[in-house]
């Protein structure tokens, strides 16, 4: 077998690691419907590449007896490896605890914002066809919430949000047979505490802040 051998077994490994990696950057940010699909295709037949080409290394070793055989298998553990190592990064960030977690429910499309433990947080626009995903970080201080962007997809226009109880904002707050319930509702506002004239409140569906303490 000859050097050239070793070129076209890693060009196309390469050419679908490359592409699996972009892909999965870029989930973090932008998700779709048909990205399963697309993740679907790539591994199946990148998979089936990366096979074929170790029992072409095995191969191609038994007759130079060279560790150079396997560098076309080498190439692919390579983005394995990589492929890995973001995954668990991006699901750390993804999965962190939550401190606060608020919804708008839009009809056809939502926007969540996930405020992490840690300081930092996930705002996601979107619907079930796919979403886009906003990262940045915050503080919090009694009920005022300072982003570090004043700017967020055209929903958020403010960098600071206040979470207020409210009494029965909607119809729905309100039990059958009469009985008030409180609803905790993230609303933005601008440097003054004044609330902003904007549709996008948030209804909040998780506080944790009283495990903290």
Same mark, same amino acid.
């Given at each position: 077998m000859t050097p050239n051998d070793k070129i076209w077994r890693i060009i196309p490994?390469?050419?679908f690691g490359t592409w699996f990696t972009y892909k999965l950057y870029k989930s973090a940010s932008e998700d779709? !419907? !048909?990205d399963g699909i697309i993740f679907l295709f790539i591994v199946v037949i990148g998979f089936s590449i990366f096979i074929w080409t170790i029992r072409?290394? @095995?191969?191609e070793y038994k007759q130079s007896k060279t560790l150079t055989s396997y560098l076309p298998t080498m190439t692919g553990l390579a983005f394995i490896l990589t @492929?890995? *190592?973001?995954h668990l990064y991006q699901d750390s960030k993804t999965n962190s605890p939550t401190l606060i977690r608020a919804f708008y429910d839009g009809g056809y499309? *939502? !926007?969540s914002i996930d405020l992490k433990e840690n300081g930092n947080y996930i705002m996601a626009n979107g619907s079930g066809l796919g979403q886009s995903c906003f990262y940045g970080s915050y503080t919090i201080k009694d009920s005022i919430v300072t982003l570090d962007k004043s700017n967020i997809d055209n929903v958020i226009s403010t960098n600071k949000l206040v979470i207020r109880t409210i009494t029965n904002i909607f119809q729905q707050d309100t @039990?059958? *047979?009469g009985d008030t319930t409180y609803t905790d509702w993230i609303f933005q506002i601008d440097r003054n505490g004044k609330e902003l004239n904007t549709d996008f409140h948030f209804r909040v569906t998780d506080d944790n802040r009283l495990k903290q303490k």
């Open positions: 490994l390469t050419v779709f !419907f !048909f072409k290394d @095995i191969q @492929i890995l *190592g973001l499309n *939502g !926007f @039990i059958e *047979g």
